[in-house]
């Protein structure tokens, strides 16, 4: 109804103008025409119809007699057609057979077609002839300059239509434009020869917190900062010179992985593309650890075997050697020594078993200062009494990490940290937010440090500054967790002791009583099995079969507070793991899945969203579900 009364308004409008106008279409068919254009022309009502063609009208009006006496009316209708192909922009006036004289101003439209305005100017002409009667009066030269002017200024008002129509498009293209680029989860941009931004999408903030939005006429390295602005100077410098490049670094602020691509130009400046990857590096970091996990697994499985069943061997040996009477003492020693070793090996076989067995991430809302607290406990019982332990975090919400692995890591951390202190001196373990990238734990002691050695090979496998006191497994079996989990695992020196920073992706646990869920999952038996289980939990509950309805539904209903969605969804070709790729900025997402952990896509799924493994029960669920059991 808008429309049709917008169209009606339009053609009232059009109706009111003294000049006839016509506006045909690329194929040269009707598109839009006004009274005053038939009244001009006396023209049937068929040819001021929409979808009439040029053709027809030029025809009617040359058999008419519109144009004088006519020889070849099928050739002078193809001469006029052909002249509107070819789409240029004209001005001409004519004399009709009526004696009238009428100006043609034609503009081309950019997307194809013609706007044509026809002008009454006999009484313009009247007084040209007027004039030319008073030669007496006027001299040639200024009668001559006046019909010249008459006639240029006919042209520039027909050229001033077309450039006027020409700025609307461009207007319109440049405003689509910009709503595309702003629309792109990436910071676009244009810094000329000079450095200073031309051309800004206004999205930087979205990529490197902090920084300012409206960044066009600044020089880029005030608008990057420091030290963004150090990090791109080397390849910024190389695309001034023609050299294209793609490349990745960490801002220091926000601890946020950025990858930008530089694309010179050839007037001296540059295009810019700059967007975040955390979370695309975290999934890149896990999913690499576990194809070296996978790959040790495969290396070491057959050989461990082989290894367990020869210790095997000596230790059944060695038994019988030790009960053979009249042994002297010293075999005995060799007896005992022997077997020490031999059951020593058979631990770093269970350690190098641990490392490769590929257990799944539990991922679970874990409240921090309760993990703290059950470390110091864990570890305050095997301090001397000089050595202190303190935690340290002012974090009071829960997080969404494996509390098992991390507790094990920091425990794991916290003794050798015991270990190079001696007998005196003070561990501190620290846990901090980083930005809304990380969750950081850092471990620092007062010991002597960690040796160039160590700070080069710690983490792998089987290094040890312990002597024969250390297995070597302890940091490495740490790098590994961290890295499935996509995080980060950084060893240093300080100014007094070492300390070791542990970075996991900060994940925030849903606050989540009696919300309402979104249930995602295209089996019905099994949607109404997990529906009555939510609602059990004191839970309301909307459901969904696919990715597309529950995209809509979490557009329609605002209040929806968590969404359970299985991975694998029969209806369309997304996955659960796309929609909380989507959703997992906006809302919380849980996945449920009976995928084997070592498929890609639950390993994907893992770097994304808490993962449930089918088949679960009520426990299982609350215990995710909530984000404080006390």
């Given at each position: 109804m808008a429309q049709d009364h917008t169209a009606s308004l339009t053609a009232s409008g059009l109706n009111l103008i003294a000049q006839a106008l016509t506006i045909y279409d690329r194929d040269l068919r009707l598109a839009v025409c006004n009274a005053p254009f038939q009244q001009m022309f006396d023209l049937p009502n068929a040819l001021v119809t929409p979808g009439s063609t040029f053709r027809e009208t030029i025809?009617?009006?040359?058999?008419?007699?519109?144009?004088?006496?006519?020889?070849?009316?099928?050739?002078?209708?193809?001469?006029?057609?052909?002249?509107?192909?070819?789409?240029?922009?004209?001005?001409?006036?004519?004399?009709?057979?009526?004696g009238r004289t009428i100006s043609?101003?034609?503009?081309?439209?950019?997307?194809?077609?013609?706007?044509?305005?026809?002008?009454?100017?006999?009484?313009?002409?009247?007084?040209?002839?007027?004039?030319?009667?008073?030669?007496?009066?006027?001299?040639?030269?200024?009668?001559?300059?006046?019909?010249?002017?008459?006639?240029?200024?006919?042209?520039?008002?027909?050229?001033?239509?077309?450039?006027?129509?020409?700025?609307?498009?461009l207007t319109q293209t440049e405003a689509r434009t910009r709503l595309t680029t702003e629309m792109m989860p990436a910071h676009i941009a244009h810094v000329d020869a000079s450095g200073h931004y031309t051309f800004s999408n206004r999205r930087l903030s979205s990529v490197i917190p902090d920084r300012p939005t409206d960044i066009v006429g600044q020089h880029i390295s005030d608008a990057l900062g420091a030290f963004a602005y150090r990090r791109i100077t080397p390849n910024l410098a190389r695309a001034y010179k023609g050299e294209a490049s793609v490349f990745e670094f960490t801002d220091e602020a926000s601890a946020r992985r950025i990858r930008v691509a530089f694309t010179p130009e050839t007037s001296g400046g540059v295009y810019i593309l700059s967007m975040d990857i955390t979370e695309e590096t975290q999934a890149r970091v896990a999913l690499q650890q576990n194809r070296r996990r996978t790959l040790a697994a495969q290396m070491t499985s057959g050989m461990a075997?082989?290894?367990?069943?020869?210790?095997?061997?000596?230790?059944?040996?060695?038994?019988?050697?030790?009960?053979?009477?009249?042994?002297?003492?010293?075999?005995?020693?060799?007896?005992?020594?022997?077997?020490?070793?031999?059951?020593?090996?058979?631990?770093?076989?269970?350690?190098?078993?641990?490392?490769?067995?590929?257990?799944?991430?539990r991922p679970a809302a874990t409240d921090i200062q309760a993990l703290l607290s059950d470390v110091q406990t864990l570890a305050q019982s095997t301090m001397p009494e000089g050595l202190a332990l303190t935690m340290h975090t002012d974090i009071d919400t829960p997080h969404m990490i494996d509390p098992g692995l991390v507790k094990d890591s920091l425990l794991n951390l916290v003794l050798n940290a015991r270990d190079a202190c001696g007998t005196s001196g003070d561990i501190t373990v620290t846990a901090r937010a980083v930005h809304d990238t990380w969750l950081e734990f850092t471990v620092t002691d007062t010991g002597p440090g960690f040796s160039d050695d160590a700070l080069e090979h710690g983490f792998d496998p089987f290094f040890t500054t312990k002597g024969s006191e250390g297995s070597g497994m302890g940091l490495p079996m740490v790098y590994d967790m961290t890295k499935r989990a996509g995080g980060d695992l950084k060893l240093g020196n300080g100014q007094m002791g070492a300390h070791v920073r542990l970075r996991l992706p900060l994940r925030p646990a849903p606050q989540l009583a009696g919300a309402l869920v979104l249930l995602v999952e295209d089996d019905t038996d099994l949607r109404q099995h997990y529906r009555d289980m939510l609602?059990?939990?004191?839970?309301?509950?909307?459901?969904?079969?696919?990715?597309?309805?529950?995209?809509?539904?979490?557009?329609?209903?605002?209040?929806?507070?968590?969404?359970?969605?299985?991975?694998?969804?029969?209806?369309?070709?997304?996955?659960?793991?796309?929609?909380?790729?989507?959703?997992?900025?906006?809302?919380?997402?849980?996945?449920?899945?009976?995928?084997?952990?070592?498929?890609?896509?639950?390993?994907?799924?893992?770097?994304?969203?808490?993962?449930?493994?089918?088949?679960?029960?009520?426990?299982?669920?609350?215990?995710?579900?909530?984000?404080?059991?006390?």
């Amino acid at each position: 109804m808008a429309q049709d009364h917008t169209a009606s308004l339009t053609a009232s409008g059009l109706n009111l103008i003294a000049q006839a106008l016509t506006i045909y279409d690329r194929d040269l068919r009707l598109a839009v025409c006004n009274a005053p254009f038939q009244q001009m022309f006396d023209l049937p009502n068929a040819l001021v119809t929409p979808g009439s063609t040029f053709r027809e009208t030029i025809t009617h009006l040359a058999h008419r007699g519109e144009y004088g006496p006519v020889d070849d009316v099928d050739t002078f209708v193809q001469e006029r057609v052909d002249q509107a192909l070819a789409f240029e922009p004209h001005y001409m006036e004519r004399t009709r057979a009526n004696g009238r004289t009428i100006s043609v101003e034609g503009s081309p439209l950019p997307q194809g077609g013609w706007v044509t305005v026809y002008t009454d100017i006999s009484h313009t002409k009247s007084q040209e002839a007027l004039l030319r009667a008073r030669a007496t009066e006027l001299s040639d030269q200024v009668l001559q300059h006046t019909e010249a002017l008459s006639a240029t200024n006919r042209q520039l008002a027909a050229t001033v239509s077309a450039l006027e129509e020409a700025k609307r498009q461009l207007t319109q293209t440049e405003a689509r434009t910009r709503l595309t680029t702003e629309m792109m989860p990436a910071h676009i941009a244009h810094v000329d020869a000079s450095g200073h931004y031309t051309f800004s999408n206004r999205r930087l903030s979205s990529v490197i917190p902090d920084r300012p939005t409206d960044i066009v006429g600044q020089h880029i390295s005030d608008a990057l900062g420091a030290f963004a602005y150090r990090r791109i100077t080397p390849n910024l410098a190389r695309a001034y010179k023609g050299e294209a490049s793609v490349f990745e670094f960490t801002d220091e602020a926000s601890a946020r992985r950025i990858r930008v691509a530089f694309t010179p130009e050839t007037s001296g400046g540059v295009y810019i593309l700059s967007m975040d990857i955390t979370e695309e590096t975290q999934a890149r970091v896990a999913l690499q650890q576990n194809r070296r996990r996978t790959l040790a697994a495969q290396m070491t499985s057959g050989m461990a075997h082989d290894f367990s069943n020869l210790l095997t061997i000596i230790l059944g040996l060695q038994s019988k050697l030790s009960r053979i009477d009249g042994l002297p003492d010293h075999a005995r020693d060799l007896i005992g020594g022997t077997l020490s070793a031999t059951r020593r090996g058979g631990e770093l076989l269970n350690a190098l078993a641990d490392m490769t067995a590929g257990r799944a991430m539990r991922p679970a809302a874990t409240d921090i200062q309760a993990l703290l607290s059950d470390v110091q406990t864990l570890a305050q019982s095997t301090m001397p009494e000089g050595l202190a332990l303190t935690m340290h975090t002012d974090i009071d919400t829960p997080h969404m990490i494996d509390p098992g692995l991390v507790k094990d890591s920091l425990l794991n951390l916290v003794l050798n940290a015991r270990d190079a202190c001696g007998t005196s001196g003070d561990i501190t373990v620290t846990a901090r937010a980083v930005h809304d990238t990380w969750l950081e734990f850092t471990v620092t002691d007062t010991g002597p440090g960690f040796s160039d050695d160590a700070l080069e090979h710690g983490f792998d496998p089987f290094f040890t500054t312990k002597g024969s006191e250390g297995s070597g497994m302890g940091l490495p079996m740490v790098y590994d967790m961290t890295k499935r989990a996509g995080g980060d695992l950084k060893l240093g020196n300080g100014q007094m002791g070492a300390h070791v920073r542990l970075r996991l992706p900060l994940r925030p646990a849903p606050q989540l009583a009696g919300a309402l869920v979104l249930l995602v999952e295209d089996d019905t038996d099994l949607r109404q099995h997990y529906r009555d289980m939510l609602m059990g939990l004191g839970h309301a509950v909307i459901e969904a079969a696919g990715v597309d309805e529950a995209i809509a539904l979490t557009a329609d209903l605002p209040d929806i507070g968590l969404v359970l969605s299985d991975i694998n969804l029969g209806a369309g070709t997304r996955t659960g793991v796309d929609l909380a790729a989507q959703l997992g900025a906006s809302l919380p997402v849980i996945l449920m899945t009976s995928l084997p952990p070592g498929d890609p896509l639950y390993q994907t799924a893992t770097q994304i969203a808490p993962v449930l493994h089918k088949p679960f029960d009520a426990g299982d669920l609350a215990a995710l579900l909530q984000a404080d059991a006390a």
